[in-house]
């Protein structure tokens, strides 16, 4: 699995900003797709997963981050092998560097889905920048 994020920039408070993550070698059907955000001296950040599982226990769910949500939107296209974080009403404090990151162990569930530990792969980081 590898995975490409990009979309990053500068934004000012109450923007907007898209970013993507292409994900290569990864079965969108089977396995946990998330982004997380990090800054300088703090643990990475949970802020969405898609968890597609089709064994029992089946899932097929969506988290967000209570800091997030109502704000940001996590989708997927299969068919372009991509997902995609949608960042509305961005706010200064959502400066950070953020990652996607995949697991294809069936290791992600809802319990976990914020715990960087739980994904296996992880992509290069995209900087975001949101001015106040």
């Known amino acids: 699995v590898q995975l490409q994020a990009s979309g990053g920039g500068l934004a000012q408070g109450g923007g907007s900003l898209r970013l993507s993550c292409a994900a290569s070698?990864?079965?969108?059907?089977?396995?946990?797709i998330a982004w997380f955000r990090q800054t300088p001296g703090k643990e990475r950040e949970g802020i969405s997963s898609?968890?597609?599982?089709?064994?029992?226990?089946?899932?097929?769910?969506?988290y967000y981050a209570d800091s997030v949500k109502g704000r940001f939107t996590m989708s997927s296209d299969i068919m372009k092998k991509t997902v995609y974080l949608q960042m509305n009403s961005l706010k200064p404090e959502d400066t950070a560097v953020y990652y996607c990151?995949?697991?294809?162990?069936?290791?992600?569930?809802?319990?976990?889905?914020?715990?960087?530990?739980?994904?296996?792969?992880w992509g290069q980081g995209t900087e975001v920048t949101v001015s106040s």
């Open positions: 990151a995949a697991d294809d162990r069936f290791a992600v569930y809802g319990s976990n889905w914020a715990k960087h530990w739980a994904y296996d792969y």
């Open positions: 070698g990864f079965t969108f059907d089977d396995g946990a």
């Open positions: 898609i968890i597609r599982r089709r064994i029992m226990p089946s899932e097929d769910s969506t």
